[in-house]
Each structure stands twice: as C-alpha cells, then as structure tokens.
C-alpha cells in the first residue's frame, strides 16, 4: 500500500482513533479522580544514615556487611507491634508489615523505609516511629562498644509523603493510548472488510490490477 493510500485512510477514518483516545483519556482521568477522592494510597519515606566511627575500609566494610542485618531488624514482626503499639493503631503486626517495605544501599550507607496508607499523615508517624526504633536501639548496642568500634544512626530528614495512586497523569496518557489503538484496530477492520470493495477508479488498478479504459459519468437528477 503506498503512502498516499495511508495518508486517504487517515483523512478518511482517521477522526474514530482521536475520538477514542480523548473518550478513553477523559474516562481514565475520571476514574483516577474518583479514586483519589475515595480510595487514595500514600506513601511515606524515611532514610537512616549509618555511620561507622571509623572511617577506615575495614570498619565501612563491616558496616555493610552488617547493613543486610539491619534490615532484617527492621522487617520483624517485633518491630511492627512495637510500633502499633506506640502509636495506638487497630492491626495485627503482619497488616501493618504489608504495607511497609525496607531496603538498604550499599554504596551510601542507608536504609530507606517506605510506609503506604490511605492516610498521609499517618504513613509519616508510622514511618518516624519505625526508623526511631532502629536509633534507639543502636544506642543501646553502642553503649556497651568502644567509641571508635561503634556503628552509629541517624535519621537524614523527616519523613515526606506523597501521592502513590492513582498516578493520574499516566493513567490518563495510558488511556489515551489504549483507546488510539482501539481505534486503529477499528480502522484496519472496517479497511479489511472493505478491501474488496470497488467506488474508485483507483480501486479497480488496485484489486483488478487493470486499467480504467472508461466511466460512466453520473447522471444528472
């Protein structure tokens, strides 16, 4: 098919695949938005620094070995009822370590946690209690160490929340691309099924591969 005959299709049927994709774009944005008013998930995230008194490659080494620990005590279902405890809440220690994850960087020494909740506010007082309890009890592992074999932590900032769904703006550029290619599906269907089909003198080259020798012309009314 040469490029002219893509460009007729397109002039001809080109206005289902914009009007699918603003149709499916507008709903996605309204689904989105009702979600967000209804059922919004927010995320919560606090970074703790650990730091090694010393700054030799031994101790840093040390410190990353035990960072993968770390972890681990932080993802115990003992933290997470100290935690619900503390702050009151109505779940059980596995609930509320579902919605809770932790990861640690190797390279810059820390550990991030991240809280999801439908409350923000909330998600952040999880998230700031969850990371004191790791300060305290370093502390408390510190105090029986020589100061230049301590590994110390520290919170880097408070904790920040935000918007984790719905993503509205990707929702809607999704839907909007979904629905373009709805309509580019329709298009290649009704083209398809219209392939066949003789109205132009260009048709009967096409699908006859002969030349138009004459035509009628219409008559007049």
């Known amino acids: 098919m040469q490029l ?3 460009m007729r299709i397109l002039w001809r049927r080109g206005w289902i695949m914009l009007l699918l994709a603003v149709l499916t774009a507008a709903a996605a944005f309204g689904f989105s938005q009702i979600i967000k008013e209804r059922a919004p998930l927010y995320k919560s995230t606090v970074t703790i620094l650990v730091k090694p008194a010393r ?39 596995r609930e509320l370590l ?12 820390t550990l991030r946690i991240e809280v999801e909740n439908p409350n923000g506010d909330l998600a952040n007082r999880v998230a700031w209690e969850w990371a004191n309890r790791f300060i305290q009890w370093r502390d408390e592992e510190n105090a029986g160490v020589r100061r230049e074999d301590r590994i110390d932590a520290e919170i880097l900032d408070d904790p920040v929340y935000a918007l984790e769904r719905p993503k509205t703006a990707i929702n809607t550029i999704a ?8 309509g580019l599906a329709i298009v290649f ?18 699908v006859l591969a002969m ?3 004459s035509a009628i012309p219409p008559t007049e009314q």
């Open 55 to 93: 700054t030799d490659f031994g101790q840093a080494q040390a410190a990353k070995a035990l960072l993968g620990q770390y972890q681990s005590w932080l993802e115990s279902s003992y933290r997470a009822q100290d935690v619900i405890e503390s702050l009151q809440l109505d779940m059980v220690p």
């Open 4 to 6: 002219q005959q893509y």
């Open 211 to 213: 030349p138009v020798l």
């Open 175 to 182: 839907g909007g691309i979904l629905g373009f290619l709805v």
């Open 189 to 206: 269907v009704l083209e398809y099924a219209e392939a066949g089909i003789i109205k132009t003198p260009d048709d009967v080259d096409r």
């Open 98 to 109: 579902g919605d809770v994850f932790v990861a640690g960087d190797l390279n810059q020494l």
